[in-house]
Structure formats: C-alpha cells, structure tokens
C-alpha cells in the first residue's frame, strides 16, 4: 500500500521560502510508471496542481505557469522522497499543500500541510 | 488551457435517492489513439485530501462502491451516486488528465435533504 507522509513548517513569513517534503513507502520516487506531485488547494484557487517531478530513464520536470519562476521540486532516492521550494511567498500563497502520486490521475494523496503565510 | 466547469455548484439528496453531478471540459478529454476518455472523480470530506473515485471516466477505483458510477465522453461527463448514503455527503470533483496543467472542476458540495 502506497503511502505518503508529507512534513515542513504550518507559518511562513512573507518573502520567504516554503519548503515541504513528502516520504513515500510502498513505491519509489524512481518509479518508471509513476509522477511525484505538489497541489495546494484554497477556497480562492480551489484545487491548483503546482508541479511534479518523475523518472524515466532520467529526471523530468513540469510547473504550473502559475509559479513557474519560483518553484522547485526535487528527488531525493537515498530517501525516497520529494520536496517542494516555493520562493517569494505571500499572503496568497497560503493553502493547504498536499503531495500526491500520479499514474496520470492522482490515486495516492498525503494528509495535507495547512501553511499560512503571515508576518 | 483547459477549463473544467461542473454543475450544481451544491446539492441536496434525499437518502436512498439519487444524486447526479456534472461535469464539462472547454475541450474534449477523449484520446482518439486509445478511446479513453482522461477524466477522473474525486470525493473529499473536510479535513481529508481528495480520494479518487473514478478514473478513464467510468472505471470505479478499487474499494468504491458500486453505487457510484462515472459517464459521458469528449466533453461531457457525469458522476451518479444511485442511492445516496449520508456517508457520501461530502464535495466532489471532476479532473482531467489530457493535458497539462491538470485542472479540477470547482467542486460539487453534496448535502443530504
């Protein structure tokens, strides 16, 4: 069973930098057949997919337009995870951040981290 | 990019009744190659992330109970729940996987009547 445990802090100042990570077990971030996903979802955006990364043969990426120049998401296969980096954050950036695993839909979602961005 | 626009935006069911959830797509999610339609259901309850329901547009997940049931093509889609249960009050939405960026419908709240 595939599971996905994600971590990082709830309260990011603005400007600064939101990183999150998600442990995966029962797959690999290497995987051939999967995508490793970010997603937030607020009430004003409602459920907005920000990027992926996944492996074929070599590491691939894609983002959302949206956050394109501030994003980054990364592997890590020494511990089987990814992470997400949103740079610059502000106000509008606060939402709830979930990483979630694709086969081209999303059948495997983590709990979900409320991160509110505040002075 | 494409838009997804589901409809009602909220509903109210009578237990035992039926409830029925649209879902249209600005383009059509239907890949000519394989004759699959990449559009996926997905119910969530407050406090939980999204769980996926329906995919290729009427392929129930494993687990999902049979009372709910995905259709349509191209454009059009629907998701019914043949007797609602007042474990299905929750939202729900739509999401399609033809092309990036990977949009999900505005959601549908489900209530019981």
Do not use: H
């Not at chain 2, 009602?8 to 029925?20: I, N, W, Y």
């Not at chain 2, 729940?81 to 399609?96: K, N, P, R």
Request: overall charge positive.
């Amino acid at each position: 069973q595939v599971q996905l445990q994600q971590s990082g802090p709830g309260l990011v100042k603005p400007s600064q930098t939101l990183s999150l990570t998600c442990a995966i077990s029962g797959d690999s971030v290497s995987s051939n057949s999967a995508a490793w996903n970010w997603i937030r979802q607020s009430p004003s955006r409602g459920l907005e997919w920000l990027g992926r990364t996944y492996y074929r043969s070599s590491w691939y990426n894609a983002y959302a337009v949206s956050v394109k120049s501030r994003i980054t998401i990364n592997a890590d296969t020494s511990k089987n995870q990814f992470s997400l980096q949103l740079n610059s954050m502000t106000p509008e950036d606060t939402a709830v951040y979930y990483c979630a695993r694709s086969s081209f839909y999303y059948n495997r979602w983590g709990q979900g981290t409320l991160v509110t961005v505040s002075s | 990019d494409i838009v997804m626009t589901q409809s009602p935006d909220s509903l109210a069911v009578s237990l035992g009744e039926r409830a029925t959830i649209n879902c249209k797509s600005s383009q059509s999610v239907l890949y000519n190659s394989n004759n699959k339609n990449y559009l996926a259901w997905y119910q969530q309850k407050p406090g939980q992330p999204p769980n996926l329901l329906i995919y290729w547009a009427s392929t129930r997940e494993s687990g999902v109970p049979d009372r709910f049931s995905g259709s349509g093509s191209g454009t059009d889609f629907t998701l019914t729940i043949s007797s609602l249960q007042a474990e299905d009050v929750a939202v729900y939405y739509c999401q399609q996987y033809f092309s990036t960026p990977y949009a999900f419908g505005q959601g549908t709240k489900l209530e019981i009547k």
